[in-house]
């Protein structure tokens, strides 16, 4: 499983559209409203990078309102929980 973490910035008027828009991404699992540098963190899980890299370059750019991003790429996770069970993809 690869999960990515976006960081994204928002047009303020348009925060409910992007939360539902990302959402409704197959492989977007969570999306977290946030204080600080940026307004929204959308967590990605997929199988392979290629597919991640679909989401970010194709699906997410389709959504208004967003102004910009920044994906960090996971490279080990650590949990209490079997992610793979999870989050199976």
Do not use: Q
Not at 37 to 55: M, P, Q
């Amino acid at each position: 499983m690869v999960t990515g973490v976006v960081l994204v910035n928002v047009e303020r008027a348009m925060i409910e559209s992007v939360v539902k828009g990302l959402m409704a991404i197959n492989g977007v699992s969570e999306v977290y409203s946030v204080a600080g540098e940026y307004d929204l963190v959308a967590v990605i899980r997929v199988s392979d990078n290629a597919k991640l890299a679909g989401i970010i370059a194709t699906e997410m750019t389709r959504l208004s309102g967003i102004i910009h991003t920044k994906t960090l790429v996971t490279l080990n996770a650590y949990a209490k929980v079997d992610l793979e069970k999870v989050f199976a993809c």
